[in-house]
């Protein structure tokens, strides 16, 4: 009778963004209740007809900068993988934010999409000559960073999202998302639309917990 549904990364791919839509509509007309897990199935900024439950990815992607301008950087780069993503435009979006508020830069590139094993990405992020960096997800700063270290010792300050066990153990500034809280909160937006709520869509966004640590500090 429900569903929760998490749509598919659109890594580029054609017919990736279609198929999301696909699947939920599909599931609809089915009389299947449909509640949409960390993104939407349209593209950033716009809302699907459908609940939604994660963290507020906007206000992710401000705090991940704002932390960065308070250890004192001031060249602030966002640095994703290669897929183009509803949470992606939705964090760049809030790291822009960040850096008009505190009149810092905003010329030049920003966003970087790429392999963070490929040291040719990696050479095209610091010609920027960034102080600090956001990252999507903590294993991309891992994998970014370790790549890095072959190429510059330069320090820069960075900072990712998920705290995963192992930023932890490295000692890596990240966000973490309440995982407990988000799943929670899906059951019962579920069992609402069950029992016959027709309330319109809502969007139920969570903050990120800042958890810094050695990687953000001089």
């Known amino acids: 009778r429900g569903v929760f549904f998490v749509p598919q990364d659109a890594m580029g791919a054609k017919g ?13 007309t089915s009389g299947i209740t449909v ?13 699907s007809t459908f609940d939604l439950v994660g963290i507020d990815n906007v206000q992710a992607g401000y705090d991940q900068a704002k932390h960065l301008i308070d250890c004192g950087c001031r060249r602030i780069v966002y ?6 993503v509803w949470t992606v435009d ?9 850096l008009e508020e ?9 966003l970087f999409r790429g392999d963070p094993e490929n040291p040719d990405f990696v050479r095209s992020v610091m010609r920027e000559r960034p102080d600090g960096v956001a ?11 370790e790549t890095r270290s072959r190429l510059s010792k330069r320090k820069i300050r960075y900072i990712g999202l998920d705290d995963i066990s192992l930023a932890r153990r490295m000692g890596i500034s990240s966000l973490r998302q309440p995982a407990p809280f ?29 958890m810094p640590r050695a990687s953000s500090r001089s």
């Not at 990736?16 to 609809?28: F, Q, T, Y």
């Not at 939705?90 to 960040?98: E, I, V």
């Not at 505190?102 to 920003?110: A, K």
């Open 90 to 98: 939705a964090r760049f979006s809030g790291l822009r934010n960040a």
């Open 16 to 28: 990736v963004e279609r198929r999301n839509r696909e699947i939920a509509e599909s599931l609809r």
């Open 182 to 210: 988000i799943g929670e909160e899906a059951a019962r937006l579920m069992a609402l639309r069950l029992f016959h709520d027709t309330l319109p869509p809502r969007q139920v966004l969570f903050s990120a917990e800042l």
């Open 102 to 110: 505190h009149g810092l830069p905003t010329d030049g590139p920003l």
């Open 35 to 47: 509640v949409l897990i960390d993104r939407d199935i349209v593209p950033f900024p716009q809302r």
């Open 79 to 84: 640095v994703s993988h290669e897929k183009q």
């Open 135 to 145: 990252f999507i997800h903590d294993d991309m700063a891992i994998a970014f960073m």
